[in-house]
């Protein structure tokens, strides 16, 4: 079974520039998480999307934004990047739905690294 | 504050077992504790997760305390391969908040 897979696998923009990241999740997934990972940190969550809607998202601001395709595939868009926002994002995927009683564990893809300069 | 503490590093000779311990003092009781690695500029990789009892798989076993207040998870004969950074996780429907994680170092 082919995992989560994101492109590019690097990505160099220049401050003030758009960036646009890409995650195909495992096939059956419907749900799919977007983490940043800044260098020497952990991951902190930024999107959480199912059934094409956005479920959740963690503090970042809104020029994170991103959404879910009909094939449950994501993007993942970042506007007016900032230095800090250099980091390794990464995307996973689980299937669903999720109930107390059952849940399932997050697969992750290798990421894209982002520099911003 | 952080869900879950974990010591920033720790060695393990080859062949032997590797304990990694995780204190999530304020689990709730609807949390898991999942555990994750990273191995250097890749995608973390899922190890194991329990809620209540202990765990055990083809990579690892999980121990929780009977008061749900720590974890450890152990590889029971540590290689080189498994150096890299362990994530202690908690669960709680469709959320997961990982911690600052371990970097185990493996040594011949």
């Known amino acids: 079974e082919a995992g989560v897979t994101q492109s590019p696998t690097h990505l160099i923009k220049t401050r003030g520039q758009q960036a646009t990241l890409r995650c195909s999740p495992i096939?059956?997934?419907?749900?799919v998480y977007w983490y940043q990972q800044a260098l020497g940190l952990g991951l902190q969550f930024l999107l959480w999307?199912?059934?094409?809607?956005?479920?959740n998202r963690g503090n970042f601001p809104p020029r994170f934004s991103g959404r879910q395709f009909p094939n449950y595939s994501s993007e993942l868009n970042v506007n007016a990047l900032e230095l800090e926002d250099s980091a390794l994002y990464l995307c996973?995927?689980?299937?669903?739905?999720?109930?107390?009683?059952?849940?399932?564990?997050?697969?992750f893809g290798n990421g894209t690294r982002l520099t911003v300069t | 504050d952080a869900k879950t503490t974990q010591p920033t590093s720790m060695d393990c000779a080859e062949g032997r077992a590797a304990n990694l311990p995780c204190n999530h003092s304020?689990?709730?009781?609807?949390?898991?504790v999942y555990w994750y690695r990273q191995i250097h500029s890749q995608g973390p990789q899922y190890i194991i997760h329990?809620?209540?009892n202990n765990e055990t798989n083809e990579m690892a076993s999980l121990i929780i305390t009977e008061d749900r207040k720590s974890s450890t998870l152990i590889l029971p004969h540590a290689t080189l391969r498994d150096t890299a950074v362990y994530y202690c996780?908690?669960?709680?429907?469709?959320?997961?908040?990982f911690g600052s994680g371990t970097k185990l170092n493996v040594k011949p």
């Open positions: 996973a995927s689980r299937t669903g739905p999720q109930t107390f009683s059952y849940n399932s564990p997050l697969h």
């Open positions: 096939s059956g997934h419907t749900s």
């Open positions: 999307y199912d059934e094409g809607e956005e479920r």
């Open positions: 304020t689990i709730s009781g609807n949390e898991y």
């Open positions: 329990g809620l209540k």
């Open positions: 996780v908690l669960y709680n429907f469709n959320k997961f908040y």
